[in-house]
């Protein structure tokens, strides 16, 4: 059974930073592109970051270029993000979700996704 726990959320004053966990199980964490994503209240859900299965190529969307970074731990079983320079327009509920294929990007897992963990900014 897949299952992803995301951690690291919180509230935090603008300017500030958070790192964000995501710790699977139930499949090959290290077969798997990973993605985070992320749901604004009332708003659809909107694509922050991928990284592929060895950590060597990653995106970002352009609002969070040059702030946000992508990582992961195969060895853990873990995914991060790390969100420097947060804005009010980061909030949302943020997602952990696996790749829908194996060893190939081919879109999220919405499915995958677990409870999500929030990050609130404001002052």
């Known amino acids: 059974q897949v299952q992803t726990v995301e951690s690291g959320g919180g509230l935090v004053q603008p300017g500030g930073s958070l790192r964000l966990s995501c710790t699977v199980s139930?499949?090959?964490?290290?077969?798997?592109?990973m993605y985070w994503v992320r749901q604004a209240p009332g708003k659809g859900l909107e694509w922050v970051s991928w990284i592929d299965v060895n950590g060597r190529e990653t995106k970002y969307r352009e609002s969070v270029k040059g702030r946000f970074t992508i990582s992961r731990d195969n060895a853990k079983n873990t995914l991060y993000l790390q969100m420097n320079q947060l804005k009010p327009d980061d909030t949302a509920l943020y997602y952990c979700l696996r790749d829908r294929s194996i060893g190939v990007r081919g879109g999220f897992e919405w499915s995958s996704r677990g409870p999500g963990t929030q990050v609130t900014v404001s002052s």
């Open positions: 139930g499949f090959s964490f290290s077969n798997y592109w």
